[in-house]
């Protein structure tokens, strides 16, 4: 029998297949974990550098996601409420509906968080009320696994970072002035977000193995691939792929 670390040399994608059936006790992982149910520290790089209202680098083992909150303003003629728009760069997607799914659950996400913060996206200015449009470009720069739930964590840390500019009306057109108005977010209830991704390996009905925060590698090898992404008490999303059929 060739020896575990000879085999993780020469082929690690067969010596990943052994761990995930049980059949290693004493193994690595592609990252350097030694436990399946070892998960990663979501790690923010940094806030508020990269321009915008509000912005966020986050890394999640090997994954790289930045994001960006922009700020445009216009009249309200109706009683609804102003609008987020998600931009998710689509290159680190298998295909368009992918990342349609990818952009879709995200601000699904991103509007649940908004109404559970007590957030507006309208502001007075002049007696006049106007509505705020939130641009949010989301850019991933490195990925390797857990993709879905760096994005998440991303865009809530540049929403949280955000804060509205005061506005004012100069013959009907409005400006943004470099002061500010509010925070987008309120600080308080604090609503921060865990997002949990797990890969599972095996066939239904028989043994199966679940690997935390899985690696690109440890995805493409797994059967269903589960992201859920709570705050608090409140499931704000759960979403499948694998033997449910479904895209994540």
Request: aromatic share 4%; proline share 4%.
């Amino acid at each position: 029998m060739i020896k575990a670390d000879v085999l993780r040399a020469i082929d690690p994608v067969e010596y990943l297949a052994k761990v995930h059936s049980g059949e290693m006790g004493d193994f690595t992982r592609p990252d350097g974990r030694k436990s399946l149910d070892e998960a990663h520290e979501v790690k923010i790089m940094s806030k508020h550098t990269l321009g915008g209202i509000g912005s966020a680098v986050v890394q999640i083992g090997g994954t790289v996601v930045s994001a960006q909150v922009g700020f445009e303003i216009g009249y309200a003629e109706d009683e609804s409420d102003g609008e987020l728009l998600v931009a998710i760069s689509p290159d680190r997607f298998s295909d368009r509906l992918e990342h349609a799914l990818a952009q879709a659950r995200s601000e699904g996400v991103f509007r649940a968080l908004l109404g559970l913060t007590g957030a507006t996206l309208t502001v007075t200015v002049d007696d006049e009320d106007m509505l705020v449009r939130l641009p949010l470009t989301i850019t991933i720069m490195d990925a390797d696994g857990c993709v879905m739930a760096a994005v998440l964590q991303a865009g809530w840390a540049a929403l949280c970072d955000a804060v509205l500019p005061v506005v004012t009306l100069d013959g009907g057109v409005a400006r943004m002035s470099s002061e500010v108005l509010r925070r987008l977010i309120p600080l308080e209830p604090a609503r921060p977000i865990a997002v949990e991704t797990t890969a599972g390996y095996g066939k239904a009905g028989g043994r199966r193995h679940v690997a935390r925060d899985p690696t690109a590698l440890e995805e493409h090898q797994a059967s269903t691939l589960t992201v859920e992404v709570t705050s608090g008490e409140d499931c704000l999303g759960r979403y499948g792929a694998g033997v449910d059929g479904e895209a994540l």
